[in-house]
C-alpha cells in the first residue's frame, strides 16, 4: 500500500480521528494510498471519487449521475473521501469535518505518477469499471494521467490554497502536507 502515515497527525485538538475526512491533491500525490491509511486506522469507510465517476472504456460517467452516487455514499457515516472532483465539492466539503491537502513539490509528484502508472501497465492491474492502463494511453494520449498530472500540478496548489481558506471551509481543520515523508504538515484548525 505504500507510505504508513503517522495518522496522529490528522486528529482533532484533542488528538481524536475526526469523523469525515476528505483527501485532495493533484494525480500522484498519493490521495489513495492516504486515504486507506486513514480508513484503516479509524475505522472509516473509504470511498474513492474515481470508482463513482469512470465507467468501462474510461468512459466518464453522467455529471448528474455521479453527484447523485456522491450524495448517497457521503449522506451518513464515517467516512474518508479521496479525489479532486469540483463537481461535487459542493456536496462533499460541507459534509467533512477535515481535508487533507496532499500538496507535495512537483518532482515527487511527477516520480509517482510515473512510477504507478508504469507499475498499473506492468501487472495490468485492473481500476474501476474494469478499466486498465495501456502504454499507449498512458505515453502517447492526450488523455495520458502523466500529462494531466503535469498540467495540473500548478493549478491545483494554487487553487487550494484560495479555496481552502475562503469562509465556507471555516468549520474545517486542514492539513497541509508538504513532504513525501508525511511529516512536514500544516495545520489550520475549524474556527470555534
Known amino acids: ?4 502515515i503517522n495518522v496522529s497527525n490528522f486528529t482533532d485538538r484533542q488528538g481524536q480521528p475526526h469523523d469525515r475526512y476528505v483527501v485532495v491533491g493533484t494525480s500522484g500525490s498519493g490521495k489513495t494510498t492516504v ?32 453527484r ?38 512537483f518532482h515527487v509528484v511527477m516520480a509517482r505518477v510515473i512510477k504507478r502508472t508504469l507499475g498499473r501497465i ?13 502504454f499507449r494511453r498512458a505515453f502517447l494520449s492526450r488523455d495520458s494521467i502523466i500529462l494531466w498530472a503535469a498540467q495540473t500540478w500548478k493549478r491545483r496548489r ?13 468549520h474545517l481543520d486542514i492539513f497541509r502536507v508538504r513532504s513525501a515523508s508525511m511529516g512536514d504538515v500544516d495545520v489550520r484548525r475549524a474556527a470555534d
Open 1 to 4: 500500500m505504500g507510505v504508513r
Open 35 to 66: 486515504s486507506a491509511n486513514l480508513a484503516a486506522e479509524f475505522g472509516l469507510e473509504h470511498i474513492e471519487l474515481d470508482a463513482l465517476h469512470w465507467l468501462e472504456d474510461w468512459t466518464e460517467r453522467p455529471p448528474k449521475e455521479f
Open 68 to 105: 447523485v452516487l456522491v450524495d448517497r455514499e457521503t449522506r451518513e457515516g464515517r467516512w474518508v473521501v479521496d479525489g479532486n472532483y469540483s463537481a461535487a465539492r459542493d456536496i462533499v466539503w460541507p459534509r467533512a469535518d477535515a481535508i487533507v491537502w496532499l500538496d507535495l513539490p
Open 122 to 134: 506492468l501487472t495490468g492491474r485492473t481500476l474501476w469499471s474494469g478499466n486498465q492502463t495501456s
Open 158 to 170: 494554487k487553487s487550494y490554497a484560495r479555496l481552502l481558506y475562503e469562509s465556507e471551509c471555516d
